[in-house]
Antibody
Framework: EVHLVESGGGLVQPGGSLTLSCAAS????????MGWVRQAPGKGLEWISY????????FYADSVRGRFTVSRDNVKDVMSLQMNNLRVEDTAVYYC?????????????WGQGTLVTVSS | DIQMTQSPASLSASVGDTISITCRAS??????LAWYQQKPAKVPTLLIY???TLYAGVPSRFSGSGSATDFTLTITGLQPEDFATYYC?????????FGQGTKVEI
């Protein structure tokens, strides 16, 4: 069974940094593209990042480009999201998600999410 | 960037009704369109991808149609468990934009 578990969320001051992790199990992590999606309180889903199966390709939403960095460790089966210069508007539940299969595909598996609160 | 616009933002329906939600892309996205369901305080789940392919385990009362820029999610015979928020998403390339969501209420 596919299992994705996010961790690392919490309260951080504006301008601060935080690193989220997504631990994967139940599938061959190294062959799947992965991504991050966030959801601000009471709002819709916002796609924020993609990483290719080998980590060699990454994409970001305009709202986070230059501040967030996605990476992965295919030995430890972990994806990370380094978030710098955090803003109040980054407050959200952050989900990691797995692509359905190779190529351009949607997310078929999601973690439970981790809450990031940016506030002074 | 390609924008995804859903309509309506919300709708009220009854058990047994047939409803449709539309999603419009600002440019041709081919068939790279998915639909997700999210229940309150729950994780989104994939319903349909490639416009009309039902994901494993999704009931056949859900169906998708459309092409290029205009897409529709139809639920035929609403069940109590279908009251939720539905999102479309394009995934042909980054940014893999979601629509703003459609809340289906009793």
């Amino acid at each position: 069974e596919v299992h994705l578990v996010e961790s690392g969320g919490g309260l951080v001051q504006p301008g601060g940094s935080l690193t989220l992790s997504c631990a994967a199990s139940g599938f061959i992590f190294s062959v799947y593209e992965m991504g991050w999606v966030r959801q601000a309180p009471g709002k819709g889903l916002e796609w924020i990042s993609y990483i290719g199966h080998d980590g060699g390709t990454t994409f970001y939403a305009d709202s986070v480009r230059g501040r967030f960095t996605v990476s992965r460790d295919n030995v430890k089966d972990v994806m990370s999201l380094q978030m710098n210069n955090l803003r109040v508007e980054d407050t959200a539940v952050y989900y990691c998600a797995r692509d359905l299969h190779g190529g351009a595909t949607p997310f078929d598996s999601w973690g439970q999410g981790t809450l990031v609160t940016v506030s002074s | 960037d390609i924008q995804m616009t859903q309509s309506p933002a919300s709708l009220s329906a009854s058990v047994g009704d047939t409803i449709s939600i539309t999603c419009r892309a600002s440019q041709d996205i081919g068939r790279y369109l998915a639909w997700y369901q999210q229940k309150p305080a729950k994780v989104p789940t994939l319903l349909i991808y490639n416009v009309s392919t039902l994901y494993a385990g999704v009931p056949s009362r859900f169906s998708g149609s459309g092409s290029a820029t205009d897409f529709t999610l139809t639920i035929t015979g609403l069940q109590p468990e279908d009251f939720a928020t539905y999102y479309c998403q394009r995934y042909s390339s980054a940014p893999r934009t979601f629509g703003q969501g459609t809340k289906v209420e009793i």
